[in-house]
């Protein structure tokens, strides 16, 4: 087994148990870890996957899970968070109505 240490861990990363099983894909970080998506297409930094474009319809955006500002997905900042200036830890996609 890997060093902990050694593995770099970002958004759209894909999880495997340690049967090599795929458990899905980096979504979210915060202060406890990381969040993984288990929805197929959801690895892909891309709002494509989640909106239909109807209205009313889901749409996929990034959210700072420090201040809540909301963001268009494909405007993804690298640099953290542009409202509050959180690092890019406290962003996280987000699912919004």
Known sequence: MSDIDDVDVTFG???????GNRL???RGFDEHGFYVSTDEG??????????SGIPGEAE??????????????EDL???GCPDCGAPQ????????D
């Open 77 to 79: 900042p690298e640099e």
């Open 89 to 96: 830890e406290a962003i996280y996609y987000h699912v919004q």
């Open 13 to 19: 990363t894909e999880i495997y148990d340690e049967n």
């Open 60 to 73: 996929l955006t990034w959210r700072c899970y420090e201040c809540g500002a909301i963001g268009n997905i």
């Open 42 to 51: 959801i690895t892909a930094m891309s709002s494509e996957h989640v909106a």
């Open 24 to 26: 899905g894909a980096v």
